[in-house]
């Protein structure tokens, strides 16, 4: 079972639509991050965060320690979101302590 | 403008030669990594150096190898005894190593090998 998991693998949406994608994982972290993959493969750090809430635009993205869940919310969604998004976690174990693991990525699309 | 740049985007071997993928940050980080993403897997650590002359194997360093001689500098070489060598290669870095908590990981566009 990976460490990592995110739903939905993929996801197709109308402009306009609220997309929530989902990220549960199993190890203790110390932090978990949102990434944005473009199409041309270079990634963008959207959010760390280790307890609550974080607001950036139309992105907003939660997490609960004690249920081991975040969610990344995109309100009013265009187009250019279109992107896959990554979520990863920073471990607080073992000899690699702190290195993040990657879940597989959502892909979403959105269209015009 | 800061930020990491890896070179080439594209590159291409023949089986059985080495090849090195560059890797430079003009961001004064102190932690660079390497990671290898193949399709529908997540990122995979190969190689992360958390200071200038040391770096650690991650989880999957088998026929790779890196060397840290300048900060800026983390190059990877892709030797020919990685199995499966085709595949797309990040680097990242960050201000300070993964060990001394949690700090964001910055980047770069990535280089896609393949192997004839």
């Known amino acids: 079972k990976n460490e990592v998991e995110q739903s939905p693998q993929n996801l197709t949406a109308q402009e306009g639509e609220f997309i929530t994608i989902n990220c549960s994982y199993s190890?203790?972290?110390?932090?978990l991050h949102w990434l944005q993959q473009h199409p041309g493969g270079g990634i963008v750090s959207l959010f760390m965060?280790?307890?609550g809430k974080k607001k950036h635009g139309r992105l907003i993205a939660t997490i609960n320690i004690q249920e081991k869940h975040s969610s990344l919310h995109i309100t009013a969604s265009h187009p250019r979101d279109s992107a896959v998004y990554i979520c990863a976690v920073r471990g607080n174990y073992g000899g690699s302590q702190g290195n993040l693991i990657f879940g597989k990525g959502t892909k979403l699309s959105v269209k015009p | 403008d800061g930020g990491i740049t890896q070179s080439p985007k594209y590159l291409f071997r023949k089986e059985g030669q080495n090849v090195t993928l560059s890797c430079e940050q003009n961001l004064n980080h102190d932690a660079m990594y390497w990671y290898r993403q193949d399709p529908g897997q997540g990122l995979r650590l190969i190689y992360y150096?958390?200071?200038?002359?040391?770096?650690q194997k991650g989880d999957i360093a088998e026929g790779y190898s890196v060397s840290r001689e300048k900060k800026e500098s983390f190059p990877l070489t892709v030797t020919s005894a990685q199995k499966n060598p085709t595949a797309f290669y990040l680097c990242?870095?960050?201000?300070?190593?993964?060990?001394?908590?949690?700090?964001?990981?910055?980047f770069g566009p990535g280089t896609r090998l393949t192997v004839l």
């Open positions: 190890v203790g972290i110390s932090a």
């Open positions: 990242a870095s960050s201000i300070l190593p993964a060990t001394s908590g949690p700090n964001e990981q910055f």
């Open positions: 965060l280790s307890s």
């Open positions: 150096s958390q200071i200038v002359n040391d770096f």
